[in-house]
T-cell receptor, first 113, second 113 residues
Framework: NAGVTQTPKFQVLKTGQSMTLQCAQD?????MSWYRQDPGMGLRLIHY???????DQGEVPNGYNVSRSTTEDFPLRLLSAAPSQTSVYFC????????????FGPGTRLTVL | AQSVTQPDIHITVSEGASLELRCNYS??????LFWYVQSPGQGLQLLLK??????LVQGIKGFEAEFKRSQSSFNLRKPSVHWSDAAEYFC???????????FGRGTSLIVHP
């Protein structure tokens, strides 16, 4: 298994540009999440999904969109990038239940100029 | 809503010394509790988790944590720290309908030779 994969690893955008961060898992996990990590702030939940076709907002959803058309993929879209979205983004997945281990991807470092 | 507090931003210990990282949570019922470790430039790896039963849980890499309901705490311990333990440590609580973990701000562990 490749586990949780994220692409790209690094990205630089200009203010106002749009892009999609990709996340995929090959473990047939139902739950998938997106977090952002900023210095001194820990990880904050952006959006999550409990299954294909079902998504919900987390703590900091503004400026981000998600969709979940397949079990494997959970892309995160930035519609109009802002400098405040400069961060490291982590995707995570777990099988389903709250006792299941959550696995994290390697992260995408995004810089918005 | 649940929340997690890690009171110590940085902890410095000498190699071979014991370690305790503090974590306090806020949640009305018994939460699901986790400790994750993040090495520089890496994703997060689960060290251990607590759901119910024995309040002292053993994890990987020689770590253990104790759940104390009366103190709303879930402190992480290791009897003898190795230089390779230098990393960022995150406590997390899973609660609510989806049990998607909420993370603390993290504690950076520095190990002196």
């Amino acid at each position: 298994n490749a586990g949780v994969t994220q692409t790209p690893k690094f990205q630089v955008l200009k203010t106002g540009q749009s892009m999609t961060l990709q996340c995929a898992q090959d473990m047939n996990h139902e739950y998938m999440s997106w977090y952002r990590q900023d210095p001194g702030m820990g990880l904050r939940l952006i959006h999550y999904s409990v299954g294909a076709g079902i998504t919900d907002q987390g703590e900091v959803p503004n400026g981000y969109n998600v969709s979940r058309s397949t079990t494997e993929d959970f892309p995160l879209r930035l519609l109009s990038a802002a400098p405040s979205q400069t961060s490291v983004y982590f995707c995570a997945s777990r099988l389903a239940g709250p006792t299941d281990t959550q696995y994290f991807g390697p992260g995408t470092r995004l810089t918005v100029l | 809503a649940q929340s997690v507090t890690q009171p110590d931003i940085h902890i410095t210990v000498s190699e071979g010394a014991s370690l305790e990282l503090r974590c306090n949570y806020s949640y009305g019922a018994t939460p699901y509790l986790f400790w994750y470790v993040q090495s520089p430039g890496q994703g997060l790896q689960l060290l251990l988790k607590y759901f119910s039963g024995d309040t002292l849980v053993q994890g990987i890499k020689g770590f253990e944590a104790e759940f104390k309901r009366s103190q709303s705490s879930f402190n992480l311990r290791k009897p003898s720290v190795h230089w390779s333990d230098a990393a960022e440590y995150f406590c997390a609580v899973g609660a609510g309908g989806s049990y998607i973990p909420t993370f603390g701000r993290g504690t950076s562990l520095i190990v002196h030779p």
